[in-house]
């Protein structure tokens, strides 16, 4: 199974852009799915997430800008960004954490790169 990221671009500071990711199989379903950001030199952070049981937490520094969403029936998911700042400039990763008989298993897609201008 592969999850294909796309959506990125460069926008201008206060713009918008929406993500999206679609896995190549059914692994949505009994999965966590979840979008991080890596800007070089820097750990890969987590910035929203929604459970198995469509909880959603978002890193405090986009609360109120970013929406996560997923589509079960279409094994897709989406991050919608408003109000875009500069330190929003990273690439973009999905994830889906499927649960096993053992545990979780992460599948990651390639990235999408973000960038902001001032």
């Known amino acids: 199974v592969q999850l294909q990221a796309y959506g990125g671009g460069l926008v201008q500071a206060g713009g918008s852009l929406r993500l999206s990711c679609a896995a190549s199989?059914?692994?949505?379903?009994?999965?966590?799915v979840a979008w991080y950001r890596q800007v070089p030199g820097k750990q890969r952070e987590l910035v929203a997430i929604?459970?198995?049981?469509?909880?959603?937490n978002y890193v405090d520094s986009v609360k109120g800008r970013f929406t996560i969403s997923r589509d079960n029936a279409k094994n897709t998911m989406y991050l919608q960004m408003n109000s875009l700042k500069p330190e929003d400039t990273a690439r973009y990763y999905c994830?889906?954490?499927?649960?096993?008989?053992?545990?979780?298993?992460?599948?990651w897609g390639q990235g999408t790169l973000v960038t902001v201008s001032s």
């Open positions: 994830n889906v954490k499927q649960q096993k008989d053992w545990g979780f298993f992460d599948y």
């Open positions: 929604i459970s198995s049981r469509d909880s959603i």
């Open positions: 199989g059914n692994i949505f379903s009994n999965s966590a």
